[in-house]
């Protein structure tokens, strides 16, 4: 099967998650369990999923990097993202993190940015360039959560913006959306990783 066969049999990207986890992410993960999220439990979360993200990629020169896997249905992951390379899920990683970073930020400030979130509009280019991508995800990495704590003003302000799957967060709830979404993406990367060794 093609690329585009594969690609035209899989949801639009924005389309959303299945009708019943939709409905259990936004009227309980997102009013619930990341209001009850502590922030260094976060950081410590965000540190240890980056070191098992890259630890699975060790090794994998740019080929394999690039090589995309149709993954199986997963939760927390669009049906349009299933079918990703390592190197275009690293750069939809520094993608929303890079936003959500600003967001936390602005909100623990009390500004509510002036954006509409949209999980269609932050995927992956398909950039041809791996080493870049990688080089690029560990810089961010690396300094991320210090940027936030340098930055952040009130952890406990009530400013809000919308998600639309989990609805309304506030500052701590993003904060906890930036190391949980990576852990979405690191059960994508293991299957990625399995396909990459998979017989032909």
């Known amino acids: 099967m093609t690329d585009a066969e594969i690609v035209a049999k899989l949801g639009k990207p924005g389309a959303g998650l299945p ?27 965000f ?15 740019d080929k394999k990097l690039a090589t995309k896997v149709l993954v199986p249905p997963q939760q927390g992951l669009e049906d349009s993202s299933r079918y990703w390379s390592a190197s275009m899920l690293f750069e939809h990683l520094i993608i929303v993190g890079k936003k959500t970073k600003g967001g936390i930020i602005a909100l623990s400030q009390g500004v509510v940015p002036d954006v509409k979130v949209d999980t269609g509009k932050v ?6 360039s791996p080493a870049g991508i990688m080089a690029a995800y560990r810089a961010f990495a690396a300094t991320v959560m210090a940027d936030i704590d340098r930055e952040v003003k009130d952890k406990n302000s009530k400013a809000v913006l919308h998600h639309p799957w989990l609805g309304p967060l506030n500052c701590r709830q993003w904060h906890w959306l930036l190391a949980t979404h990576q852990g979405i993406h690191l059960r994508q990367l293991r299957e990625i990783v399995k396909g990459l060794s998979a017989p032909t």
């Open 19 to 45: 009708f019943l986890e939709g409905l259990v992410v936004r009227w309980w993960v997102g009013p619930v369990v990341s209001k009850k999220s502590d922030w260094e439990e976060n950081k410590r979360k």
């Open 47 to 61: 540190e240890k999923t980056t070191q098992s993200l890259l630890k699975l990629v060790e090794g994998l020169d």
């Open 123 to 128: 995927k992956p280019s398909g950039d041809p």
